[in-house]
Structures are given as structure tokens and as C-alpha cells.
T-cell receptor, first 112, second 114 residues
Framework: GESVGLHLPTLSVQEGDNSIINCAYSNSASDYFIWYKQESGKGPQFIID?????DKRQGQRVTVLLNKTVKHLSLQIAATQPGDSAVYFC???????????FGKGTTLSVSS | KAGVTQTPRYLIKTRGQQVTLSCSPI?????VSWYQQTPGQGLQFLFE???????NKGNFPGRFSGRQFSNSRSEMNVSTLELGDSALYLC?????????????FGPGTRLLVL
């Protein structure tokens, strides 16, 4: 079936460290992946996306890597700041392309 | 552009009642999706509308329904509320017709069923 999961429910880092959040997906037919950040009391906020014809995409302080061979997605955050503390979700589109399938989320805690 | 807005932000209902939640998408966005978020089940897809037509539906009972108006605003309705319907209900909008595009979320409506 279609499912997206994250490897670790929590990740704790020091301010200034680089963070890596991982996600495994099961549907090899998925062709669009998104990372969202959700802060307490807010809706998910778009961070970065990647299509299946790409291996890597960079944004401001964030990089998403896609390994289709092992169906693995990762989000790298450079120089992590306390404001990056949140729950991070990976999501993939279903085959119809009209719904997002979310993983369970990784809570990132950044201490200063 | 203004973001996705949802009303009300908080709601308390009792079992057996019904509730209607409203969502206004980003201006120009024609696709609206609804999700339910709970601590146990995470974020789960409810349904998606485009140009007033439901294109996709998640695995929820028929008590959950929705509709979209000609101005792309959407409502979802839950009838005969159960305790397990307590959740954060999120609406997301996207711009393109074909799907597989970025969805932008509103702040959600937090529903508590007593």
C-alpha cells in the first residue's frame, strides 16, 4: 500500500549543528515529494519539494535528497537555529496526484 | 497574497451534533483539500475538490462530507459527531489543475467533541 514513514520520532541538536531528518516511502510510483514544518498551534508550512526526476534540491539552508533506489528521502538543515524547532513531515502525492500522504513526523528540538 | 484561512479556529461540540467548517483558499487556487490531524493517526487525507467537483476521497466514513463553491471556497461537514472526531482539521489549497503540486495549509480548526 501507499505509506510514508519517518525513521526517528525525535531529533535533538545543538544550535549551529547540521540536522538530517530521514523519511522512507513505499510507493515507487510516487513522483512528487514535499517537506513541511509544523509549529505548535499552526498548520504545516511548506519548506521544500522535489520531483522524482531529481536527486537533490537546495533551498535557503535546506537541502532535500531523494534516493529512488532505496525509496528514501531526507531533509538537511544547515546551521540549525532555535526557530527551526518544530515537527517535520515528509509527504508524497498519491498516484492520482490529488492527495498528500504524510509520514508521522519527526520532532526537531534545537537547544542553544 | 493572503494565505489559506479557516473558520472557526476552535470549536466545541457534543456527541451526536453536526459541525460545518469553512476554508477560503489562496486567491487563484482552485484545488482545496481537507485533512484530519490527530496524535494517534497523524495527518490523514479526507477529500479534495477542484472546480466544485470532488476528485478524490480518503478512507473516512460517510459522516464526513464536503463541498466547494464557485468561488473555490470550501466547507466540510461532519454529522453525528463521535468522540474520536476530536482533531485538528486542516485545509490546503493548490493552484494547478493536474494535481501533484504544492499544497499550502491554513492554520486549522481545532474541534473538540465532548
Amino acid at each position: 500500500g501507499e505509506s510514508v514513514g519517518l525513521h526517528l520520532p525525535t531529533l535533538s541538536v545543538q544550535e549551529g549543528d547540521n540536522s538530517i531528518i530521514n523519511c522512507a516511502y513505499s510507493n515507487s510510483a510516487s513522483d512528487y515529494f514535499i517537506w513541511y514544518k509544523q509549529e505548535s498551534g499552526k498548520g504545516p508550512q511548506f519548506i521544500i519539494d522535489i520531483r522524482s526526476n531529481m536527486d537533490k534540491r537546495q533551498g535557503q539552508r535546506v537541502t532535500v535528497l531523494l534516493n529512488k533506489t532505496v525509496k528514501h528521502l531526507s531533509l538537511q538543515i544547515a546551521a540549525t537555529q532555535p526557530g527551526d524547532s518544530a515537527v517535520y513531515f515528509c509527504a508524497e502525492t498519491n498516484q492520482a496526484g490529488t492527495a498528500l500522504i504524510f509520514g508521522k513526523g519527526t520532532t526537531l528540538s534545537v537547544s542553544s | 497574497k493572503a494565505g489559506v484561512t479557516q473558520t472557526p479556529r476552535y470549536l466545541i461540540k457534543t456527541r451526536g451534533q453536526q459541525v460545518t467548517l469553512s476554508c477560503s483558499p489562496i486567491s487563484g487556487h482552485r484545488s482545496v483539500s481537507w485533512y484530519q490531524q490527530t496524535p494517534g493517526q497523524g495527518l490523514q487525507f479526507l477529500f479534495e475538490y477542484f472546480s466544485e467537483t470532488q476528485r478524490n476521497k480518503g478512507n473516512f466514513p460517510g459522516r464526513f462530507s464536503g463541498r466547494q463553491f464557485s468561488n473555490s471556497r470550501s466547507e466540510m461537514n461532519v454529522s453525528t459527531l463521535e468522540l474520536g472526531d476530536s482533531a485538528l482539521y486542516l485545509c490546503a489549497s493548490s493552484s494547478l489543475e493536474g494535481g501533484g503540486e504544492t499544497q499550502y495549509f491554513g492554520p486549522g480548526t481545532r474541534l473538540l467533541v465532548l
